[in-house]
């Protein structure tokens, strides 16, 4: 029988303003408290009964979590929207692919309520911020009480629906590195219907020397059980003359590292195929972009 939970069951809410009074909301209620962000994945598991917490800690009235500074690189605070981060210039001129990562969330109502911190913290497979905030180098901020620490997010991510967050802190900001001349970067997404979770996605990055690729990054969504960084594919490019048939070797070498399952959205077989040809396709584009 299909789930059909209009409201899930009863929780208490609390609404902090500051960072210091959230950490402390939480230290209040261990074991039994989450916090929320924009709502937008904790509500709908929350409604399927996949969790089920006493004590919900709303973020959304922290300003000091909602910003985009240009400071050597880019800083993103962890509540931004992705509705900011599509309607950023600079965003879109620098960091492409995450401004494509973001044109392409479901929907206009998603966009604006579904943050960027909330939707890396959930540690879904196919989180479409993913792929290019990996591809870019970024790393993530996470605070709790005077302790911080900082990962780089290739290594946050620990199995589906798992991160390296542990239920005391609190992801803070995502640190995103100044990309070097000639670096172009593309993002691309195959979902059932436009406003559908990825059946796969990818992200590429490269950096141009002429006609020589000197470095180039390649991350996928949704086709393992974390968002996939494909280095044996990049190894093919890196350093070499960048033409047709290393493409074509690299985006065979990914379909051969992918890991996919069947599920509700696609199929493992499709999944490595759709890799195959998205990937080729986005390597040439940030190619192109690469000037």
Same mark, same amino acid.
């Given at each position: 029988?299909? $789930?059909?939970? =209009? ?48 004590? =919900?800690?709303?973020?959304?009235? =922290? ?33 492409? @692919? ?20 909330? $939707? ?23 605070? $709790? ?76 969504? @949704? ?58 396709? @986005?390597? $040439? ?7």
């Amino acid at each position: 029988m299909v $789930n059909s939970h =209009i409201l899930p069951h009863e929780f208490e809410f609390v609404e902090p303003h500051t960072l210091e009074e959230a950490l402390t909301c939480m230290a209040a209620y261990p074991g039994k408290a989450q916090f929320m962000a924009g709502g937008t994945d904790l509500l709908v598991q929350m409604k399927m009964g996949r969790v089920r917490p006493e004590v =919900i800690v709303g973020l959304s009235k =922290i300003p000091a979590l909602r910003y985009l500074i240009l400071d050597q690189g880019l800083r993103i605070g962890a509540l931004t929207t992705f509705r900011q981060i599509e309607r950023s210039e600079l965003i879109q001129r620098r960091y492409t @692919a995450l401004y494509e990562a973001a044109m392409a969330v479901t929907s206009i109502q998603i966009k604006t309520m579904g943050t960027l911190g909330g $939707n890396l913290c959930h540690g879904s497979p196919a989180a479409d911020s993913a792929p290019p905030l990996i591809a870019f180098g970024a790393e993530v901020k996470m605070i $709790n009480g005077d302790r911080e620490r900082v990962v780089p997010l290739e290594t946050f991510f620990a199995g589906a629906g798992q991160t390296l967050l542990t239920q005391e802190e609190l992801m803070v900001e995502i640190r995103v590195p100044e990309p070097r001349a000639n670096t172009g970067s593309a993002f691309m997404k195959l979902g059932r219907v436009s406003a559908d979770l990825a059946k796969v996605s990818v992200a590429v990055v490269i950096e141009r020397e002429q006609d020589i690729c000197r470095d180039c990054k390649i991350v996928l969504g @949704a086709v393992a059980e974390m968002p996939l960084r494909t280095k044996e594919a990049e190894l093919i490019l890196r350093g070499k003359i960048f033409k047709e048939d290393l493409v074509e070797e690299a985006s065979l070498r990914v379909s051969e590292e992918v890991r996919p399952i069947d599920d509700s959205r696609s199929t493992s077989w499709y999944r490595k195929e759709v890799s195959r040809i998205l990937v080729r396709d @986005a390597l $040439n584009l940030a190619w192109e972009r690469a000037v």
